[in-house]
């Protein structure tokens, strides 16, 4: 069993920078694909970024070059940096972890750019 609680989220101006933090509990985390995806009102959830367990990535056309996904498996957390933001990144975002057959998300974080 894994939980994940997401932090960091809050107000920003727009080109502004936000970190957000996904800490997990239980065994195994580091074993996980994580995730950070985003749903905005009236929109369906899109995935922002991943790292595998050996520190692969990939991210969302929308954010590349903006947002940098990292890990610290000592400290079994999952962090997205998000630099330059725009009103578009506004969003609740979320963590997602999978490993074989198991998967869990977080609670959320709200983000909302705006001037």
């Known amino acids: 069993q894994v939980q994940l609680v997401e932090s960091g989220g809050g107000l920003v101006q727009p080109g502004g920078s936000l970190r957000l933090s996904c800490a997990a509990s239980?065994?195994?985390?580091?074993?996980?694909?994580v995730n950070w995806y985003r749903q905005a009102p009236g929109k369906e959830r899109e995935l922002v970024a991943g790292i595998t367990s050996g520190g692969n990535t990939n991210y969302a056309d929308s954010v590349k070059g903006r947002f940098t996904i990292s890990r610290d498996k000592a400290k079994k957390t999952v962090y997205l940096q998000m630099n330059s933001l725009k009103s578009e990144d506004t969003a609740v975002y979320y963590c997602?972890?999978?490993?074989?057959?198991?998967?869990?998300w977080g609670q959320g974080t709200q983000v909302t750019v705006s001037s």
């Open positions: 997602y972890a999978a490993w074989q057959s198991s998967d869990y």
């Open positions: 239980g065994s195994y985390f580091n074993f996980y694909t």
